[in-house]
T-cell receptor, first 111, second 112 residues
Framework: AQRVTQPEKLLSVFKGAPVELKCNYS??????LFWYVQYSRQRLQLLLR??SRESIKGFTADLNKGETSFHLKKPFAQEEDSAMYYC?????????????FGTGTRLQVTL | NAGVTQTPKFRVLKTGQSMTLLCAQD?????MYWYRQDPGMGLRLIHY???????AKGEVPDGYNVSRLKKQNFLLGLESAAPSQTSVYFC???????????FGQGTRLTVV
């Protein structure tokens, strides 16, 4: 069975400091991984997906199959980055595709 | 384009009462999902559907039932609400296969 682990419940950094939100996964097949973000009182929205290999709002994430990780990084944190971040894995079971989420990490950016 | 819309946004139930949460999407997505979000536990899949007329159990299905009579709607029912079902419920939809999920705004349910 697939599993997504986000070891940190809360990550507090100063504005301008680098950010790394950790995500590890276990899955026997070929994974497709995502980062979702939830700003205060808003719905979850997609931030990144590993196959697109793009940078969104300064965030990047690289899939490391050897370490089964998909950490989210940003070189310089901004106040508006404060939010809840979820790592998710999309898996195929039979004909169904479903998303499995980690427990989330709250990023708090302070002045 | 409304995307995914959940009704209601808030609800307070007494233990033992029943209710139905409605999710509607206008993106012609095949897949729909119901998740619950609890502090420290992230999002856990309750039930999902891969198409009209089909449903399947997720990680935490007990105490819930679902129906997908129309492609655009996915209903989540609580037959006899319990305080343990106090949570924020999110509906999501996606195209077939490994693709991005679009979420509703959530329903905050309190069972007293």
């Amino acid at each position: 069975a697939q599993r997504v682990t986000q070891p940190e419940k809360l990550l507090s950094v100063f504005k301008g400091a680098p950010v790394e939100l950790k995500c590890n996964y276990s899955y026997s097949g070929s994974p497709e991984l995502f980062w979702y973000v939830q700003y205060s009182r808003q719905r979850l929205q997609l931030l990144l997906r590993h196959i697109s290999r793009e940078s969104i709002k300064g965030f990047t994430a690289d899939l490391n199959k050897g370490e089964t990780s998909f950490h989210l990084k940003k070189p310089f944190a901004q106040e508006e980055d404060s939010a809840m971040y979820y790592c998710a894995l999309s898996s195929i079971t039979g004909t169904a595709s479903k998303l499995t989420f980690g427990t989330g990490t709250r990023l708090q950016v302070t002045l | 384009n409304a995307g995914v819309t959940q009704t209601p946004k808030f609800r307070v139930l007494k233990t033992g009462q029943s209710m139905t949460l409605l999710c509607a999407q206008d993106m012609n997505h095949e897949y729909m999902y119901w998740y619950r979000q609890d502090p420290g536990m992230g999002l856990r899949l309750i039930h999902y559907s891969v198409g009209e007329g089909t449903t399947a159990k997720g990680e935490v299905p007990d105490g819930y039932n679902v129906s997908r009579l129309k492609k655009q709607n996915f209903l989540l029912g609580l037959e006899s609400a319990a305080p343990s079902q106090t949570s924020v419920y999110f509906c999501a939809s996606s195209r077939i296969g490994k693709s991005e999920a679009f979420f509703g705004q959530g329903t905050r349910l309190t069972v007293v």
